[in-house]
């Protein structure tokens, strides 16, 4: 299984990221996939989760209302819209997924991780 993450990059504070992850080596649509965030010197923080068919999702208090999470299964991709971003939301996002319970993603019982990829919000 291989999680490869991309779209990061620089933004100021009010402005918007897309971040993508494609993955590859698995049945897509069997796994739940999310994300998650490293801030400098902070711990791993969850952020958003989808379920395998797309239908259910759940965020973070800290993202929701601001990020939406979406699959495409045709794709293998899932995928991160960050708008009103700021500077707190600087950090490296990681790609997430489990073949278990969805809540267990959420609660970080991760199977595989995407390598990451750096976001920054400057003020």
């Known amino acids: 299984v291989q999680l490869v993450e991309s779209g990061g990059g620089a933004v100021q504070a009010g402005g918007s990221l897309r971040l993508s992850c494609e993955a590859s080596?698995?049945?897509?649509?069997?796994?739940?996939m999310g994300w998650f965030r490293q801030a400098p010197g902070k711990e791993l923080e969850f952020v958003a989760v989808i379920r395998r068919s797309g239908g259910g999702t759940y965020y973070s208090d800290s993202v929701k209302g601001r990020f939406a999470i979406s699959r495409d299964n045709a794709k293998n991709r899932v995928y991160l819209q960050m708008d009103r971003l700021k500077p707190e939301d600087t950090a490296v996002y990681y790609c997430a997924t489990s073949s278990a319970l969805w809540s267990d993603l959420r609660d970080g019982r991760v199977d595989y991780w995407g390598p990451g990829t750096q976001v920054t919000v400057s003020s």
């Open positions: 080596g698995m049945t897509f649509s069997s796994f739940h």
